[in-house]
């Protein structure tokens, strides 16, 4: 099992900067690959940005690329995620997922562990 719990959520205006984190235990976090997924009010779970297990490689939307910048900390076992130039249709609740497979993939089903959320509210 690996348990998930992220942090840094909160209220920004539009511009604004913030940074989440995704901590991990329970297994050895640099075997999985990590993915940051978001849930805005009414609109179902997207894709924002992933990184692979060994942080060489990072994936990121369309809509958040050049904003967004995913990293990792395998010695602290935490993925994080920072968040720049921020807009009002960023507001949801984002959520980190662990899966390990030789592979990386964005399909959400393909992830086992997911974490609680947390909420980012940016206001215009």
């Known amino acids: 099992q690996v348990q998930l719990v992220e942090s840094g959520g909160g209220l920004v205006q539009a511009g604004g900067s913030l940074r989440l984190s995704c901590a991990a235990s329970?297994?050895?976090?640099?075997?999985?690959?990590m993915t940051w997924f978001r849930q805005a009010p009414g609109k179902e779970r997207e894709f924002v940005a992933g990184?692979?297990?060994?942080?060489?490689?990072?994936y990121y939307a369309d809509s958040v690329k050049g904003r967004f910048t995913i990293s990792r900390d395998n010695a602290k076992n935490t993925v994080y995620i920072q968040m720049n130039s921020l807009k009002p249709e960023d507001t949801a609740v984002y959520y980190c997922?662990?899966?390990?497979?030789?592979?990386?993939?964005?399909?959400?089903?393909?992830?086992?562990?997911w974490g609680q959320g947390t909420q980012v509210t940016v206001s215009s």
């Open positions: 997922a662990a899966r390990r497979s030789w592979y990386y993939t964005v399909a959400q089903d393909a992830y086992n562990y």
């Open positions: 329970g297994r050895t976090f640099s075997n999985y690959h």
């Open positions: 990184i692979n297990n060994n942080g060489g490689s990072t």
